[in-house]
């Protein structure tokens, strides 16, 4: 009887992972860069490497560009003509939202990319 008990827990288990197997989850990479050139081909290389392997995707999204600046006086001591310099810097984002298994997923970030960019993956629930 405790053959049957084990052999059974067994299958259970096999159908468990099974089952966690082909969960499908929500993928949102987040890539934000200074620079627009490297970000849009990174964003592009993601994108082929989905349509190729035939998932769902949204994007790349466009989001607005976050332009931070400082204003500061150029002399040190205070003293002379009132000369500012201007300095900014734009931080570019592009969304893409994936819908994938587990697997996938883990074959999805290993990839290159471009120093400049960084990238930010979340993972969302899961649905069978």
């Known amino acids: 009887m405790s053959a049957a008990v084990l052999l059974s827990e067994t299958v259970?288990?096999?159908?468990?992972?099974?089952?966690?197997d082909t969960q499908r989850y929500w993928v949102r990479?987040?890539?934000?860069?200074v620079a627009v050139k490297p970000l849009e081909k990174v964003a592009e290389d993601v994108k082929a490497r989905v349509e190729d392997m035939n998932l769902k995707l949204?994007?790349?999204?466009?989001?607005?560009?976050?332009?931070?600046?400082?204003t500061t006086r150029k002399t040190p001591c205070g003293e002379g003509s009132k000369t500012w310099d201007?300095?900014?810097?734009?931080?570019?984002?592009?969304?893409?939202?994936?819908?994938?298994?587990?697997?996938?997923?883990?074959?999805?970030?290993?990839?290159?990319?471009?120093?400049?960019?960084?990238?930010?993956?979340?993972?969302?629930g899961g649905s069978t």
């Open 58 to 70: 949204k994007g790349p999204v466009r989001l607005p560009t976050k332009t931070l600046r400082i």
């Open 29 to 33: 990479i987040t890539l934000t860069s």
């Open 12 to 20: 259970m288990a096999e159908k468990k992972q099974d089952l966690q």
């Open 86 to 124: 201007r300095y900014q810097m734009r931080i570019h984002k592009r969304v893409l939202d994936i819908y994938t298994t587990s697997e996938t997923i883990q074959r999805l970030t290993l990839c290159d990319l471009d120093p400049m960019v960084r990238a930010e993956v979340k993972i969302e």
